[in-house]
C-alpha cells in the first residue's frame, strides 16, 4: 500500500502541531505495517538537512514552494497531488483544511483522499480574508469529497456534523503524546543557562501567533501581585517574523520574561518537568499537542474553555474564561497557591502506537471497504414471562434500567431488515418508542413475541400498522401450554392473531421451534397458518449463550425431518414463491438436524448483526463459550461504523469463517438466502416442477458454494 502524505511541512525538528503529529504518526506507522509505503513530502523551505532522505522506513521527498502566507499549503498540496498520482500512489492523505483545498483536483485525478482535520483554522487571528477563505473552501472540500476524514476532537466531528451533515466516514482519532522519556540531568542544566529554578516559573509554549493570546498572559502575569517571583517562560517563535511577533518579542523583553525560541528535545522537557504550572490561552486550537505533553509531565495547568480545550476534561479550576484577562490572572493565581505540584491525568486516549494502529485502519477501509450489514436483530431484553422447556432466557433476566435504549438504537446503522427479540419484547414499557426508532433505520421491523401481553400487542399494532409480528405457538394447544411453561398461551395467542387480521394488519404470523416433541404438531400448525392466511416461520432448537441451553439435541431425528420433509412438500405445493424459499429454508434444518453441511456459508457478522440489551454487538445469537464467543464492541463505548470496520470485528469474522457450529437459524440463514438467492431459486424452480409432477423434493443433492 502506498501512501503519500502532505499539508505539513516536514519533519524532524520543524515546529508545528501538524509536523510534531506526522513525525510521531509515521514512523509508528511504517513499524506497525511493514507492506507501507510512506512518502512526505516536505516544503524544502523549512528543511534544514535536505541530503536527509529517509526517517526510519518513512521516505522523504522535498518540492519547493514560495513561502507565501496563506497560499504556500495549498499551492505546495497541488503539486503533491500531482506527484502522488505520478507515483502510483494508493491514497493521498492530506493534513489540514488548508491543504484540502486541492481534494477535488485530488479526486479527480483518480486518488483516494484521506484529510486529517486538525481544527478550524479560519477561526485563528492570523489569517486574513483571503486565508480563511481557502480554509474554509478547504474544510467544505473535506467534508464533500475527501473518503476518509480523520479528526483529531469530537469537537471537529461536531463541526463536520453540523455544518455539512457529515457522519459517514468521519473517524476520531485523537492527537498523540508521549510519556516523559526520563533521563534529566537532576543538575538542570538548560533551567541553569535561562537563569531558571525549578518549580519557580509559569511555562507557555506555542507558535508566536495572535490566537496563543501570549501577550494577554504577560499582562495576567504582571497582575500577580505577590506571586511576581514566578518568571514567566514563553518557548516558542514564529514562522515568519511578523509585526504581530515582533510587538511580544518586545513586549516580553521590557518585562523580563524568559523568551527560549524554538526548543525541542531534552531543553524542552526539563522545561516541562520543573514548570510550577503551564498555560495555554489559546483562543483557538484543534487539539493541542502542548497542553497534552503538559500533562504527560504531570504539570498545574491553566488553559482558555474553547471547545478544544474542554474536550481534554480537566478539572474546572483548570479552566478560565477564554477572553478575561482578570479570569486568567485569578485562575493562575488560584493555582500557585495550591501546595501539591504533580497531577494525575488518564491519558489513555492519546497513545500514539493505538492512533497509528486506527490511521493503518483507515488506510486499510478505505482500500479494502467492508459491505455494511443489510440485516439487524436487537434483543431488547432477557426478561420474559414465559418458562419455555428449550430456552431458560427467562431465568437470566437483564436489568430494566441497563437495557438498550430508543437513542441508542437511533445511532445503529440503516438496513433493510430489523427484528426485534427478547426475552419478551412486550415487557420493555418503551417498546413504542424502540418501535420508532427502529423505523428510522430499516422500512421493515417484525417483531418476535409470546404473545402473552395481548392488549399492548394490538396497541402497538393500532400505532404502527405496518409493523411484523411472529408470535411464538410451538405447538396446539396442549402441547404448546405445556412447551412454554404458561396455561392459557396458545388460546392468547390465535385470539391476538385473529384480532390483528380483523385489524388490517398484513405482516403477521406463527413461529414454531421444533424440538424433540412437537414436530407432528409443527405440521397441523401449518395447516392452521394456512387456513388462516398467515405467514408460518419454523425453526429447530439449538444451544447457545443466548439461550443459556446446552442440552437441546433432537433424539428422534427420522420423525423430526419426515415431517420436516412433508412441511416442504406441502410449501412446494402452494403457489406463492415465497412458500419455496420457505421450502428450501426448511430443507436447511432437515441438514442441520441431521449433522450434515449448511446449505450456504456462515456470513454471521458479515451481512447481519446481533445487539444485545447491554449493547454487546455479536455476529449471531448460537455462539456458546465451548466453541467460541467474542463480541465485535459495545455500542456504548464505541460508534458502530468503528466496530464494524475494526480489527476485532475482523477477527470476529475469522472465527465466524472456522466455526464448527454449523448451525441453520433464521436470522443468520436469511441474510444469506438473500444475498446468495441463485442457490434456492434454482433449487425451488427445480422442486417446484418435480412438485407439479407429484414427485417429492430433492433434499440431499443441494449446490453448496464456497463461503
Ligand atoms: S455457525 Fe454461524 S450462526 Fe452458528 S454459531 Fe457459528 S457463527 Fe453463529
Given amino acids: 500500500m502506498k501512501i503519500t502524505v502532505c499539508g505539513t511541512r516536514g519533519f524532524p525538528g520543524i515546529q508545528g502541531g501538524i509536523e510534531t503529529h506526522c513525525e510521531e504518526l509515521y514512523p509508528r506507522i511504517t513499524a506497525i505495517e511493514e507492506d507501507l509505503d510512506i512518502t512526505v513530502i516536505r516544503r524544502t523551505g523549512y528543511v534544514s538537512d535536505p541530503s536527509v532522505r529517509n526517517y526510519g522506513r518513512v521516505r522523504f521527498k522535498d518540492i519547493w514552494v514560495p513561502r507565501i502566507s496563506g497560499i504556500e499549503s495549498a499551492v505546495h498540496t497541488l503539486i503533491c497531488a500531482f506527484y502522488a498520482r505520478l507515483t502510483g500512489a494508493d491514497i493521498l492523505h492530506i493534513h489540514g483544511i488548508g491543504p484540502a483545498i486541492v481534494v477535488p483536483v485530488a479526486k479527480l485525478l483518480g486518488l483516494r483522499v484521506v484529510v486529517t482535520h486538525h481544527g478550524p483554522d479560519y477561526a485563528r487571528e492570523k489569517w486574513g480574508p483571503f486565508a480563511k477563505l481557502v480554509l474554509r473552501t478547504g474544510e467544505y472540500f473535506a467534508a464533500r469529497l475527501a473518503d476518509e476524514i480523520i479528526v483529531i476532537s469530537s469537537h471537529i466531528a461536531g463541526i463536520l456534523e453540523s455544518k455539512y451533515r457529515r457522519t459517514q466516514h468521519v473517524r476520531l482519532i485523537y492527537n498523540g503524546v508521549n510519556r516523559p522519556a526520563g533521563g534529566l540531568s537532576p543538575d538542570h542544566p538548560y533551567l541553569g543557562r535561562l537563569g531558571l529554578e525549578p518549580g519557580k516559573y509559569i511555562l507557555a509554549v506555542g507558535r508566536f501567533v495572535p490566537e496563543k493570546n501570549f501577550g494577554h498572559l504577560i499582562d495576567a502575569w504582571l497582575q500577580l501581585g505577590e506571586q511576581a517571583d514566578y518568571r514567566l517562560v514563553i518557548a516558542g517563535d514564529s514562522d515568519f517574523e511578523t509585526a504581530y511577533s515582533r510587538n511580544l518579542k518586545i513586549k516580553a523583553r521590557e518585562n523580563n520574561v524568559t523568551l527560549t525560541g524554538m526548543i525541542k528535545g531534552k531543553d524542552l522537557a526539563e522545561l516541562y518537568a520543573n514548570a510550577a504550572l503551564f498555560v495555554l490561552p489559546s483562543s483557538h486550537e484543534g487539539l493541542p499537542i502542548t497542553l497534552l505533553e503538559a500533562m504527560s509531565y504531570r504539570r498545574k495547568i491553566v488553559v482558555s474553555n474553547i471547545p478544544a480545550n474542554l474536550a481534554v476534561n480537566l478539572a474546572a479550576d483548570s479552566y478560565f474564561q477564554w477572553d478575561s484577562r482578570d479570569d486568567l490572572t485569578m485562575k493562575i493565581s488560584a493555582q500557585l497557591r495550591k501546595k501539591n505540584t504533580d497531577q494525575d491525568y488518564d491519558l489513555s486516549r492519546y497513545d500514539w502506537d493505538t492512533i497509528a494502529q486506527e490511521t493503518v485502519r483507515v488506510y486499510e477501509h478505505l482500500l479494502h471497504p467492508v459491505a455494511p450489514p443489510t440485516d439487524m436483530c436487537i434483543i431488547l431484553t432477557y426478561r420474559?414471562?414465559?418458562?419455555?422447556?428449550?430456552?431458560?432466557?427467562?431465568?437470566?433476566?437483564?436489568?430494566?434500567?441497563?437495557?438498550?435504549?430508543?437513542?441508542?438504537?437511533?445511532?445503529?446503522?440503516?438496513?433493510?431488515?430489523?427484528?426485534l427479540t427478547g426475552g419478551e419484547p412486550f415487557v420493555r414499557d418503551d417498546l413504542e418508542e424502540v418501535v420508532s426508532a427502529c423505523f428510522t433505520r430499516s422500512p421493515r421491523v417484525v417483531i418476535s413475541t409470546s404473545g402473552w401481553f395481548d392488549d399492548k400487542l394490538i396497541a402497538l399494532a393500532e400505532r404502527f400498522p405496518q409493523i411484523g409480528i411472529r408470535i411464538s405457538i410451538e405447538g396446539l394447544e396442549e402441547k404448546n401450554d405445556e412447551l412454554r411453561g404458561r396455561p392459557g398461551g396458545f388460546a392468547k395467542a390465535i385470539r391476538t392473531l385473529g384480532k390483528l387480521r380483523e385489524m388490517g394488519v398484513k405482516d403477521i404470523g406463527f413461529g414454531c421451534t421444533v424440538s424433540n416433541n412437537n414436530s407432528a404438531d409443527m405440521l397441523k400448525l401449518y395447516e392452521l397458518s394456512h387456513s388462516l392466511g398467515m405467514e408460518f416461520a419454523t425453526a429447530a432448537f439449538h444451544n447457545s449463550y443466548y439461550f443459556h441451553k446446552y442440552d437441546n439435541e433432537i433424539t428422534n431425528k427420522d420423525e423430526v425431518c419426515r415431517n420436516f420433509a412433508k412441511l416442504v412438500d406441502l410449501q412446494l405445493k402452494e403457489s406463492h414463491p415465497k412458500s419455496w424459499f420457505r421450502a428450501f429454508f426448511n430443507m436447511g434444518l432437515i441438514h442441520y438436524i441431521e449433522g450434515r453441511r449448511r446449505l450456504l456459508p456462515c456470513e454471521a457478522g458479515l451481512v447481519n448483526f446481533f445487539v444485545e440489551p447491554y449493547g454487546d454487538v455479536y455476529p449471531c445469537n448460537g455462539l456458546e463459550e465451548k466453541y467460541w464467543k467474542e463480541t465485535m464492541g459495545n455500542i456504548r463505548t464505541t460508534d458502530f461504523q468503528t466496530i464494524w470496520e475494526s480489527r476485532q470485528a475482523d477477527k470476529v469474522r475469522r472465527q465466524v469463517y472456522n466455526c464448527p457450529k454449523n448451525c441453520w437459524m433464521v436470522g443468520t440463514a436469511?441474510?444469506?438466502?438473500?444475498?446468495?438467492?441463485?442457490?434456492?431459486?434454482?433449487?425451488?424452480?427445480?422442486?417446484?416442477?418435480?412438485?407439479?409432477?407429484?414427485?417429492?423434493?430433492?433434499?440431499?443433492?443441494?449446490?453448496?458454494?464456497?463461503?
Fill in 670 to 707: 436469511s441474510p444469506v438466502m438473500k444475498k446468495y438467492i441463485r442457490i434456492p431459486l434454482a433449487w425451488a424452480i427445480r422442486n417446484k416442477i418435480r412438485s407439479l409432477m407429484g414427485k417429492p423434493a430433492v433434499l440431499h443433492k443441494p449446490t453448496y458454494i464456497k463461503p
Fill in 384 to 419: 420474559c414471562p414465559m418458562r419455555c422447556k428449550m430456552c431458560n432466557i427467562w431465568a437470566h433476566p437483564t436489568m430494566r434500567e441497563k437495557e438498550i435504549t430508543a437513542d441508542e438504537i437511533r445511532r445503529l446503522p440503516k438496513v433493510k431488515f430489523i427484528n
